[in-house]
């Protein structure tokens, strides 16, 4: 529910009158009430804010954070996206983020909407997300003095310096699409390309163990006493050249620790 009074000049109101948890925006010094999300938005931001903030690149996301760039403004867009976490003292982001997402239902104000992204790229917004839940799945990007694109389910989203990964678009709308690429950005977080790389590694750490276990089979076999310290030193080396040559030497050594020597 937008107020009228709000476009006819500068309005009373300022940003530090409102409270953490306040139901009200600021559009111009005037107040626009803000009525709870509906299922389907409420769901589609957790899924995107999930997705977002995965991406190996982000340092921080936030739901519904007011951004108030100047005292009459106090903008709350469903995710806000940084590249380093805010800090100091104040309750609102008082720098705009680069990324804003915002998910129009049935019930959007098209009026207010349409000022919320002016206001937000005004401020040093980079990209506005507009995902819209009416109608064939799409997302709108609006950026400065540019005009606004139209994306597709079927199409993808970049935004080079921000985030690091393409997004799909139905990973924005669609749950298990979304799962898919949160798999895959949290993967890279931790140092692996894709989940093919952790099985090969799984693979290598098999085959690694199996040359291990060859080794104390060998030398045990023969009667040789195999104490923890070579057996610690086996199994800590994961390079399966070495280990095929510790093999070699299990065959013909007469002291366990003496496969260690060239």
């Given at each position: 529910?937008?107020?009228?009074?709000?476009?006819?000049?500068r309005?009373?109101?300022?940003?530090?009158?409102?409270?953490?948890?306040?139901?009200?925006?600021?559009?111009?010094?005037?107040?626009?009430?803000?009525?709870?999300?509906?299922?389907?938005?409420?769901?589609g931001?957790t899924?995107?804010?999930?997705?977002?903030?995965?991406?190996?690149?982000?340092?921080?996301?936030?739901?519904?954070?007011?951004?108030?760039?100047?005292?009459?403004?106090?903008?709350?867009?469903?995710v806000?996206?940084?590249?380093?976490?805010?800090?100091?003292?104040?309750?609102?982001?008082?720098?705009?983020?680069?990324?804003?997402?915002?998910?129009a239902g049935?019930?959007?104000?098209?009026?207010?909407?349409?000022?919320?992204?002016?206001?937000?790229?005004?401020?040093?917004?980079?990209?506005?997300?507009?995902?819209?839940?009416?109608?064939?799945?799409?997302?709108?990007?609006?950026?400065?003095?540019?005009?606004?694109?139209?994306?597709?389910?079927?199409?993808?989203?970049?935004?080079?310096?921000?985030?690091?990964?393409?997004?799909?678009?139905?990973?924005?709308?669609?749950?298990?699409?979304?799962?898919?690429?949160?798999?895959?950005?949290?993967?890279?977080?931790?140092?692996?390309?894709?989940?093919?790389?952790?099985?090969?590694?799984?693979?290598?750490?098999?085959?690694?163990?199996?040359?291990?276990?060859?080794?104390?089979?060998l030398?045990?076999?023969?009667?040789?006493?195999?104490?923890?310290a070579?057996e610690?030193?086996?199994?800590?080396?994961?390079?399966?050249?070495?280990?095929?040559?510790?093999?070699?030497?299990?065959?013909?050594?007469?002291?366990?620790?003496?496969?260690?020597?060239?």
């Amino acid at each position: 529910m937008t107020d009228p009074a709000r476009h006819s000049g500068r309005g009373p109101f300022r940003a530090d009158q409102l409270r953490d948890g306040d139901r009200y925006e600021l559009s111009n010094g005037h107040p626009i009430y803000c009525v709870p999300a509906g299922w389907k938005h409420g769901s589609g931001s957790t899924t995107g804010g999930l997705v977002l903030d995965s991406d190996p690149d982000v340092q921080w996301t936030g739901a519904d954070v007011g951004v108030s760039p100047e005292a009459g403004t106090l903008r709350a867009p469903d995710v806000v996206v940084r590249t380093t976490p805010p800090s100091g003292d104040s309750t609102w982001l008082t720098e705009a983020p680069p990324l804003a997402v915002e998910y129009a239902g049935p019930g959007q104000d098209q009026r207010d909407l349409k000022d919320k992204i002016a206001e937000l790229l005004a401020a040093g917004t980079q990209q506005v997300w507009v995902v819209r839940l009416v109608g064939p799945q799409r997302v709108e990007v609006h950026r400065p003095n540019q005009p606004m694109q139209i994306y597709a389910a079927s199409d993808v989203l970049e935004f080079p310096g921000v985030l690091r990964n393409p997004v799909p678009v139905r990973a924005l709308f669609d749950r298990d699409a979304a799962h898919e690429v949160v798999l895959r950005n949290l993967l890279q977080r931790r140092g692996y390309a894709n989940l093919e790389d952790v099985r090969e590694e799984g693979r290598e750490e098999g085959r690694e163990e199996g040359i291990v276990d060859a080794i104390l089979t060998l030398l045990r076999g023969r009667g040789l006493m195999v104490d923890v310290a070579v057996e610690e030193r086996l199994r800590a080396c994961h390079d399966r050249a070495t280990l095929q040559g510790w093999l070699l030497n299990a065959a013909r050594v007469e002291q366990a620790e003496r496969i260690f020597e060239n």
